[in-house]
């Protein structure tokens, strides 16, 4: 191990350990294959492993598995030849076939894939698309999430929202009857949750909320305007947060948010509607 100093180091596989013309410090270290060792600028690098020729590491407490660039190395799982394409290649082979497994692109194109007999059947590809048959999820609607006026903690899942129109793309509570602003319901559960921002963008969780806009969500109602039966086309009404059931024909135009799936005598409440703005 040349040009370090430190103890508790381990090399096997010829100039393993080996550090740049600068002095490394290496405490507790582990270098396995040929010219295994540091890279600068630091000068301090401990608990570290390193496996692979021409593998080498540049901080503590790192796990190195093979080189960069054109020492770099296809690592497998389950199979002794990983697909040459493929940085992580898992498989579980029966007959030949590849019977499930998880394959990552290192040369673009896809990011994640999963193949059952030997075809593929799941993927994300670099520009963040996904690729599936179909999707089974827990939630039983669509829901996009948008910007609420006031503190987001002032709303909660079954509330009847409307449209603010005193800013672009930002809903209220709705308040007033057969409101045509109305826009949905924020939705307890969405199956599918749509977003114009970035993975990393933090709004959607600090600023905005899931607007159900189609699908089976609970919704707070009120018996104001009447029992609420099943099948009762539902609009806003004077309670806050609230619909009811839709009785006057004139106004119900635009101004409709879903079709009760459950009833409701009297009172106010939460019951299953489907979502089908009209």
Known sequence: ????????????????????PFQQVLQADTFVGYASGTTGPVNTVSNST????????????????????????????GTATPFNDYALDVEAVTNSQIDSGVVVNANGGNLFLGMTNGTHKFGVDTSG????????????????????????????????????????????????????????????????????????????????????????VPCKVT???????????????????????????RKMLGAVVGKALESLPTGSGLIQVLVTLQ
């Not at 191990?1 to 740049?20: D, F, H, K, L, Q």
């Open 50 to 77: 390193v496996l692979g020729a021409n593998a080498y590491v540049g901080e503590s407490n790192a796990l190195i598995l093979g080189g960069t660039a054109s020492s770099a190395v296809d690592v497998g799982i």
């Open 223 to 249: 018996t104001e305007n009447g029992p609420i039966q099943i099948g009762d086309l539902l609009v806003t009404s004077s309670s806050p947060g609230h619909a009811m059931k839709g009785t006057n024909r």
């Open 1 to 20: 191990m040349s040009g370090t100093t430190g103890s508790e180091n381990t090399g096997i596989g010829y100039n393993s350990g080996t550090a740049p």
């Open 129 to 216: 698309d996904v690729h599936a048959a179909a999707y089974e999820t827990s939630g039983a609607d669509f829901a996009e999430s948008v910007a609420v006026r006031g503190q987001r903690s002032r709303y909660e899942p079954g509330d009847l929202l409307v449209i603010d129109s005193t800013r672009a793309r930002r809903l209220a509570l709705a308040h007033s009857p057969y409101s045509t602003l109305v826009a949905g319901i924020y939705s307890t559960k969405p199956g599918m949750l749509a977003s114009p921002h970035k993975i990393d963008d933090p709004r959607p969780s600090t600023t905005e909320v899931p607007l159900a806009v189609v699908g089976i």
